[in-house]
């Protein structure tokens, strides 16, 4: 299901080749916020859907194409940012590979407070990230930590954990 929806969303995308890879994690993105759902007081019905991502953008535009969608009644909305002071607003949290030495902080800035952290650094899901992009086979995949969804008070439906390359952390972890 998560699948086909990301060729619906590629399909804005009149690419004759093959969608690049940050096409691809774009497509995701907006795909794991139809199948996350975040508390009623973190993110109030018709309130935005902010996505934002940290560091350097290396999505070229891709994100930002999807900026005005409207997933589960939420405008997406998406803002670049160069520092941690407005992080803990967001609801989505690219975190770019120029991050790499503040990674901890960050995480831990936005430990709960109902963040969906996502990035594509080697073990980003172990250090304490939501959602861990991969490439394997050539193949966008993702690996989810349940434990910080939980702790963050973020619900994944089933669908989405069973698309997870690897789900690790049934339990919560501390902050």
Request: proline share 5%.
């Amino acid at each position: 299901m998560l699948y086909g929806w990301v060729g619906v969303v590629l399909s804005a995308w009149a690419y004759a080749s093959p969608p690049a890879e940050y096409q691809l994690k774009a497509a995701y993105m907006l795909n794991f916020a139809r199948f996350i759902d975040w508390p009623v007081q973190r993110l109030p019905p018709g309130a935005p859907l902010r996505v934002c991502v940290l560091g350097q953008d290396p999505f070229h535009g891709a994100l930002v194409a999807l900026e005005g969608r409207v997933v589960q009644g939420h405008e997406v909305l998406v803002r670049q940012l160069d520092g941690l002071e407005v992080i803990a607003d967001c609801h989505m949290l690219f975190v770019a590979d120029s991050e790499q030495k503040r990674v901890a902080a960050v995480l831990h800035q936005v430990a709960n407070k109902g963040v969906l952290t996502i990035s594509d650094m080697d073990g980003f899901v172990l250090q304490g990230g939501s959602i861990g992009f991969v490439l394997e086979d050539n193949r966008v995949r993702f690996n989810i930590h349940q434990g910080v969804l939980l702790r963050d008070n973020l619900r994944a439906s089933a669908q989405l954990l069973k698309l997870g390359r690897q789900v690790v952390g049934g339990r919560s972890p501390e902050p």
